[in-house]
């Protein structure tokens, strides 16, 4: 295996497949979607084009009236009002069509931007719902590269392809209507390079398209790489794999450098091919033309139109060319994005949801069977959870502690049975509504790299200063966050970086305090408290969960003491169910448990 196949994980190798043969149905339908309301804003850019297009046509016209009838006539004397007015028309075409350009560019880069806009808001929007199935196995690394590298694609699409083909099929069917129309004998012999630019232009859009999808692949697995390999840099550093990950950055590197000389290889083919075949064209115009000014049956002013238009022609086809290689380039990236968009979100959304106008917060599981992937966690579980009872869940990894608290705040639903709030399911409660009254804080106490104050605000949107600080003080945080350089105005940098593990704690316990949840869950959410720390924490948790239903995950036995009731499991089932002073007397698992704490303590 190569250094790099490691890299390529079953959502990417889903997304090869689906993109193996043509041109995917639902890039296109994606594509189509963006246009959808904007028809208006789009027949006034093709308007426009229509108008450029049109002067263009003229001005062959008006250099074989010059040659034809003005230029001869100027030796006697005459002709020279014809030649004025033949250049001032000229120069108001230049004008013209220089408003036009501009006025299409303009509207052209204004429509694509605002399709744009709404694409990188559906995409991200649609990703935030996706449940934690998806994003744990669909890399961050890949869901940035759709948010940016495949987004750019579709951007140069919108902002320029569409304008490109607009532009060149007007002028390439306006041109061949004005040779015909000009002298169609000359016409069928420009007709005979029509299949060999044809055949040769269908042989670059089928290659370039799987090019645009071998380098967008190339693409997407090296940020995959670098997002991944800098996120996890203190693992990188700490077991030295700076060398291993550069190994095999040079790999997916190279892999993505080749994809990008193929694309280039073809465009250097294609580009070339196309001009030689013009110029061919305009050769045979001018040796079969010549011969007929030659023998009268042509006029040297028509033979010059011809010309001209002749040449018109061949920029338009090579915008076609690269109208198909942005084309190729959106449909690939648009294939990943759809995909990525009919990502069915796992908690459904019910068409009649309950709204819990107030939440007393009591918890069942009744008969609930989960299980990630092929491992089985829980089978057939039952437990009731009064409201008002703070209920600690010990055990050893694995046994399905965090499952459970997954369950009640709704991150996963069960595979059958049910989990009820207030005696109804939570599938058939309003998201809003559940979420509001059931918040879920767990060890990685994850913050934004925003002020103090904005991320405890992040539990409760538009709180006043007031409010945060009463949050703050009401968990211990107060005499930390003055300590901070601007207090709550600091800023806390990437994932809270410039705070100790112990005030990320606190800062993400004052978010989920200001939320005043009924139901508060904290898993294993004071494991990387230091122990001054942990003892304020531990006072605000008794104040706090007095009056709310809560499920806390601890290792540590003074988080566990403060419960009403303690449940011990193993292997998804429970083994002893009382409260802490009864289970550390019944000589059973939690007794153990509690004696080992007990020896860690006096150890340290």
Same mark, same amino acid.
């Given at each position: 295996?190569?250094?790099?196949?490691?890299?390529?994980?079953?959502? =990417?190798?889903?997304?090869?497949?689906?993109?193996?043969?043509?041109?995917?149905?639902?890039?296109?339908?994606?594509?189509?979607?963006?246009?959808?309301?904007?028809?208006?804003? !789009?027949?006034?850019?093709?308007?426009?084009?229509?108008?450029?297009?049109?002067?263009?046509?003229?001005?062959?016209?008006?250099?074989?009236?010059?040659?034809?009838?003005?230029?001869?006539?100027?030796?006697?004397?005459?002709?020279?009002?014809?030649?004025?007015?033949?250049?001032?028309?000229?120069?108001?075409?230049? +004008?013209?069509?220089?408003?036009?350009?501009?006025?299409?560019?303009?509207?052209?880069?204004?429509?694509?931007?605002?399709?744009?806009?709404?694409?990188?808001?559906?995409?991200?929007?649609?990703?935030?719902? !996706?449940?934690?199935?998806?994003?744990?196995?669909?890399?961050?690394?890949?869901?940035?590269?759709?948010?940016?590298?495949?987004? =750019?694609?579709?951007?140069?699409?919108?902002?320029?392809?569409?304008?490109?083909?607009?532009?060149?099929?007007?002028?390439?069917?306006?041109?061949?209507?004005?040779?015909?129309?000009?002298?169609?004998?000359?016409?069928?012999?420009?007709?005979?390079?029509?299949?060999?630019? *044809?055949?040769?232009?269908? *042989?670059?859009?089928?290659?370039?398209?799987?090019?645009?999808?071998?380098?967008?692949?190339?693409?997407?697995?090296?940020?995959?790489?670098?997002?991944?390999?800098?996120?996890?840099?203190?693992?990188?550093?700490?077991?030295?794999?700076?060398?291993?990950? =550069?190994?095999?950055?040079?790999?997916?590197?190279?892999?993505?450098?080749?994809?990008?000389?193929?694309?280039?290889?073809?465009?250097?083919?294609?580009?070339?091919?196309?001009?030689? !075949?013009?110029?061919?064209?305009?050769?045979?115009?001018?040796?079969?033309?010549?011969?007929?000014?030659?023998?009268?049956?042509?006029?040297?002013?028509?033979?010059?139109?011809?010309?001209?238009?002749?040449?018109?022609?061949?920029?338009?086809?090579?915008?076609?060319?690269?109208?198909?290689?942005?084309?190729?380039?959106?449909?690939?990236?648009?294939?990943?994005?759809?995909?990525?968009?009919?990502?069915?979100?796992?908690?459904?959304?019910?068409?009649?949801?309950?709204?819990?106008?107030?939440?007393?917060?009591?918890?069942?599981?009744?008969?609930?069977? +989960?299980?990630?992937?092929?491992?089985?966690?829980?089978?057939? +579980?039952?437990?009731?959870?009064?409201?008002?009872?703070?209920?600690?869940?010990?055990?050893?990894?694995?046994?399905?502690?965090?499952?459970?608290?997954?369950?009640?705040?709704?991150?996963?639903?069960?595979?059958?049975?049910?989990?009820?709030?207030?005696?109804?399911?939570?599938?058939?409660?309003?998201?809003?509504?559940?979420?509001?009254?059931?918040?879920?804080?767990?060890?990685?106490? +994850?913050?934004?790299?925003?002020?103090?104050? =904005?991320?405890?605000?992040?539990?409760?949107?538009?709180?006043?200063?007031?409010?945060?600080?009463?949050?703050?003080?009401?968990?211990?945080?107060?005499?930390?966050?003055?300590?901070?350089? %601007?207090?709550?105005?600091?800023?806390?940098?990437?994932?809270?970086?410039?705070?100790?593990?112990?005030?990320?704690?606190?800062?993400?316990?004052?978010?989920?305090?200001?939320? %005043?949840?009924?139901?508060?869950?904290?898993?294993?959410?004071?494991?990387?408290?230091?122990?001054?720390?942990?003892?304020?924490?531990?006072?605000?948790?008794?104040?706090?969960?007095?009056?709310?239903?809560?499920?806390?995950?601890?290792?540590?036995?003074?988080?566990?003491?403060?419960?009403?009731?303690?449940?011990?499991?193993?292997?998804?089932?429970?083994?002893?169910?009382?409260?802490?002073?009864?289970?550390?007397?019944?000589?059973?698992?939690?007794?153990?448990?509690? %004696?080992? *704490?007990?020896?860690?303590?006096?150890?340290?």
């Amino acid at each position: 295996m190569s250094s790099t196949a490691g890299w390529r994980g079953k959502g =990417e190798a889903e997304e090869l497949v689906a993109m193996s043969t043509s041109v995917h149905p639902a890039s296109r339908a994606l594509l189509l979607s963006l246009l959808r309301g904007r028809g208006r804003q !789009l027949s006034v850019v093709i308007s426009t084009f229509v108008a450029r297009s049109a002067v263009a046509t003229v001005v062959p016209i008006l250099v074989k009236v010059a040659i034809d009838n003005g230029i001869p006539q100027l030796s006697n004397g005459k002709g020279g009002a014809t030649v004025a007015i033949i250049f001032g028309l000229l120069v108001l075409c230049a +004008f013209v069509q220089a408003g036009f350009d501009y006025i299409s560019t303009s509207m052209m880069g204004r429509l694509g931007q605002d399709m744009l806009y709404d694409l990188r808001r559906r995409v991200f929007g649609h990703v935030q719902r !996706l449940g934690m199935a998806f994003h744990e196995r669909y890399s961050s690394g890949r869901v940035i590269s759709r948010l940016t590298n495949d987004m =750019e694609s579709i951007d140069q699409l919108l902002s320029q392809g569409i304008g490109l083909l607009a532009w060149a099929l007007l002028t390439v069917v306006t041109t061949v209507v004005a040779l015909v129309v000009l002298d169609w004998k000359l016409a069928l012999v420009v007709s005979a390079f029509f299949p060999v630019i *044809w055949a040769l232009t269908r *042989w670059f859009r089928i290659k370039s398209l799987h090019a645009s999808r071998r380098t967008r692949e190339a693409a997407a697995v090296l940020i995959v790489h670098f997002v991944e390999s800098l996120r996890g840099v203190a693992a990188v550093q700490a077991f030295r794999r700076e060398e291993r990950n =550069e190994d095999i950055l040079r790999g997916l590197n190279a892999k993505y450098r080749v994809a990008k000389q193929t694309t280039t290889r073809l465009s250097a083919v294609y580009g070339p091919s196309l001009h030689g !075949l013009g110029n061919l064209s305009i050769a045979a115009v001018l040796a079969v033309g010549g011969a007929r000014v030659m023998d009268g049956t042509m006029t040297v002013g028509t033979l010059a139109a011809f010309v001209l238009y002749l040449r018109r022609m061949v920029e338009p086809v090579l915008d076609l060319s690269q109208f198909f290689t942005l084309y190729q380039s959106a449909a690939a990236a648009a294939e990943k994005l759809a995909l990525l968009l009919n990502e069915e979100p796992e908690l459904k959304t019910p068409e009649e949801p309950i709204v819990l106008a107030s939440c007393r917060g009591s918890i069942d599981m009744r008969d609930v069977t +989960f299980s990630y992937g092929a491992r089985d966690v829980l089978g057939n +579980f039952n437990l009731s959870i009064p409201a008002g009872q703070t209920l600690a869940l010990v055990g050893e990894t694995g046994a399905g502690k965090s499952t459970i608290a997954r369950l009640v705040g709704r991150l996963y639903d069960p595979v059958s049975g049910e989990v009820a709030l207030d005696g109804v399911d939570m599938r058939s409660l309003d998201l809003k509504s559940m979420h509001d009254n059931v918040v879920m804080v767990t060890q990685e106490n +994850f913050l934004f790299s925003q002020s103090v104050a =904005e991320n405890i605000a992040f539990g409760k949107p538009g709180a006043s200063h007031e409010e945060i600080a009463a949050a703050a003080s009401a968990i211990g945080a107060d005499a930390v966050i003055d300590a901070l350089p %601007d207090g709550y105005e600091t800023a806390i940098g990437k994932r809270g970086a410039h705070l100790s593990a112990g005030q990320r704690q606190l800062l993400s316990f004052a978010r989920a305090f200001i939320a %005043d949840p009924r139901v508060l869950i904290l898993d294993e959410a004071t494991s990387s408290l230091d122990i001054p720390t942990e003892r304020l924490v531990q006072e605000a948790l008794k104040t706090l969960l007095a009056k709310r239903t809560a499920i806390v995950i601890a290792h540590r036995l003074s988080t566990v003491e403060i419960a009403d009731r303690v449940i011990v499991l193993d292997r998804g089932g429970i083994v002893e169910d009382g409260t802490p002073d009864q289970l550390s007397r019944a000589g059973g698992p939690y007794q153990l448990l509690h %004696d080992e *704490w007990r020896r860690s303590l006096a150890a340290s």
